[in-house]
């Protein structure tokens, strides 16, 4: 699946990693033990002004109470994740995403309350799976680590966002009694043939010669960029005279996140973040082949291929648990808004903080708005 596939585990990589960190509180063993639900209690302050004027209780429900410390660690983390992507959040949103992450942090609090030792195990389980899904993209773990540090985040604090995320989900699966039927699932496969074509792949290794600086992103000078190219060209003649490719690459690749791959990489057809130069070169070589000095933006670069996949249909029987999973994430995805909103007002949740009060309520005032009907 293509599309379809990256919506799968929504929570997880893009709340622990990538984009909105939304949990914060307990550790992963608590999730997988029968331990209560997480407390703000358990969060210290994160900044300065916490430590003037105290951790203030911004919102509370039967059982459980979130502090500000908590609610800032996760705009910190958010906004330090939309820096490592080269974004800034608006500050006018920033009201409006804060009353979103409350709002997160409230369901998860609700949601754990709930949950039993199955959801707690199964939580641990799909973890498991999409931590080691994302050590597999990273390409290993100090890569990982280092994009976690970036992040300000540990791989302990990873696995205990991630579990809580999965575990919070199961118990939301199992309340509203989403499943999917293995005739749905085929029925989806033979209606989206598209969502389940593979594309043509090379895996490859490589030599990358930057022609602008790594700090300022400025581009080098025209006599170092000559410079550079009169290195790669001297680089090419001695891989193709027989020396061995992974020792050069080791010795002069300037690619910092490609020497913990061994400077390999896989490269699939279309992907718009592969430079054309780079994709109509890798795609043209023959096994063990070494492509000319390639001209980038950015760099000069060297290939070796060392194997190419051809495109393919992916088996339904390959896909049918994630086909499975992303049915039942739509219907949890349709039924959650009026549940969880029950489950609020069932637990008597107060927002405390007069200004996540009004955002809330503004929010809360579109949600229910009619849509505006086009006029005749």
């Given at each position: 699946m293509k599309k379809q596939i990256k919506l799968i585990f929504p929570a997880a990589f893009a709340a622990a990693l990538f984009a909105l960190p939304r949990v914060h509180g307990a550790s992963a063993n608590a999730a997988a033990t029968n331990a209560p639900a997480p407390t703000a209690t358990s969060t210290k302050p994160t900044n300065a002004m916490t430590a003037l004027f105290g951790d203030p209780v911004i919102a509370k429900g039967n059982g459980f109470e979130i502090k500000r410390s908590e609610l800032d660690e996760v705009m910190v983390g958010l906004k330090s994740a939309a820096?490592?992507?080269?974004?800034?959040?608006?500050?006018?949103?920033?009201?409006?995403?804060?009353?979103?992450?409350?709002?997160r942090l409230i369901q998860v609090q609700l949601l754990f309350q709930k949950a039993t030792a199955a959801d707690k195990a199964d939580g641990v389980k799909k973890a498991g799976l999409q931590i080691a899904a994302l050590l597999e993209r990273a390409g290993s773990q100090e890569a990982l680590d280092r994009q976690l540090k970036a992040l300000g985040m540990t791989p302990d604090e990873l696995r205990s966002k991630v579990?809580?995320?999965?575990?919070?989900?199961?118990?939301?699966?199992?309340?509203?009694?989403?499943?999917?039927?293995?005739?749905?699932?085929?029925?989806?496969?033979?209606?989206?043939?598209?969502?389940?074509?593979?594309?043509?792949?090379?895996?490859?290794?490589?030599?990358?010669?930057?022609?602008?600086?790594?700090?300022?992103?400025?581009?080098?000078?025209?006599?170092?960029?000559?410079?550079?190219?009169?290195?790669?060209?001297?680089?090419?003649?001695?891989?193709?005279?027989?020396?061995?490719?992974?020792?050069?690459?080791?010795q002069y690749s300037e690619d910092p996140n490609a020497k913990d791959d061994?400077?390999?990489?896989?490269?699939?057809?279309?992907?718009?973040?592969?430079?054309?130069?780079?994709e109509t070169a890798a795609f043209s070589l023959t096994n063990n082949q070494i492509s000319d000095v390639i001209v980038t933006s950015?760099?000069?670069?060297?290939?070796?291929?060392?194997?190419?996949?051809?495109?393919?249909?992916?088996?339904?029987?390959?896909?049918?648990?994630?086909?499975?999973?992303?049915?039942?994430?739509?219907?949890?995805?349709k039924l959650a808004p009026a549940y969880l909103d029950k489950l609020q007002k069932d637990a008597n949740v107060q927002i405390l903080d007069a200004d996540l009060k009004a955002a809330a309520a503004a929010a809360a005032a579109t949600a229910n708005a009619p849509a505006e009907t086009p006029e005749k």
């Open positions: 820096i490592a992507r080269g974004q800034v959040i608006p500050q006018a949103r920033l009201a409006q995403i804060e009353s979103q992450m409350l709002s579990t809580q995320e999965t575990t919070a989900q199961a118990v939301l699966t199992r309340e509203l009694n989403a499943t999917a039927t293995d005739t749905e699932a085929t029925n989806f496969y033979a209606d989206h043939p598209a969502e389940f074509e593979q594309p043509e792949m090379v895996n490859v290794r490589h030599i990358i010669l930057m022609t602008m600086d790594p700090v300022t992103q400025a581009p080098l000078t025209m006599e170092q960029q000559q410079n550079k190219h009169k290195r790669a060209e001297d680089i090419l003649k001695r891989a193709r005279a027989g020396e061995d490719f992974a020792v050069l690459a080791k061994n400077n390999e990489m896989i490269l699939v057809r279309g992907n718009p973040r592969i430079p054309a130069e780079i950015t760099s000069y670069g060297i290939l070796k291929l060392l194997s190419k996949t051809p495109a393919k249909k992916v088996e339904y029987s390959t896909m049918a648990d994630k086909i499975k999973d992303y049915l039942i994430q739509q219907k949890t995805e």
